[in-house]
């Protein structure tokens, strides 16, 4: 697992909140196709997210955390659409501070790759706090490492 700061972020330590992207800040219902047919189209699926829409109502509740509180955005996304992805937050005008991806060639499922996101901000001396996801099993993964989660219903799960 890796990640970068965002552009202009100011690198730091501390209270850490961790935020998934897909469900959570961007609407993907316009490409679960690609992922619900047989066989699965994972490439197509992933090139699509540039085309999301905000969710607006979900997206701007990371205004809500005080402003010391570091903003991780933790996704599954794979890091081969690391600069779509950053350049789809930057347009959405989203708050974040640093983004964790998965590694292009890490086929686990995401809640194991969510903890590890989690022993590596840890490391780090980003301590995460509290948590944002859409899938019950990383809400799940993130109480198991001792990070509340709440749950958001996006209805891909
Ligand atoms: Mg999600």
């Excluded at 701007?60 to 789809?88: G, K, N």
């Excluded at 590890?116 to 019950?136: K, T």
């Amino acid at each position: 697992m890796h990640w970068e700061w965002a552009p202009g972020a100011t690198i730091r330590t501390g209270p850490t909140v961790c935020v998934d992207i897909d469900g959570v800040l961007s609407d993907g219902r316009h490409r679960q196709h690609l992922v619900t047919q047989r066989p699965k189209d994972w490439p197509a699926f992933f090139r699509a997210a540039a085309d999301d829409p905000v969710i607006d109502t979900q997206a701007h509740l990371l205004d809500q955390f005080a402003d010391d509180r570091v903003i991780a955005l933790v996704t599954s996304r794979p890091e081969w659409i690391r600069s779509a992805t950053t350049r789809w937050l930057v347009d959405a005008g989203i708050r974040w501070d640093l983004l964790a991806m998965r590694p292009d060639d890490d086929g686990r499922p995401a809640p194991a790759v969510k903890k590890d996101v989690v022993a590596g901000l840890r490391a780090a001396e980003l301590e995460p706090v509290f948590a944002l996801d859409d899938d019950p099993r990383n809400v799940v993964a993130y109480a198991e490492v001792g990070v509340p989660c709440l749950y958001i219903h996006s209805g891909y799960h």
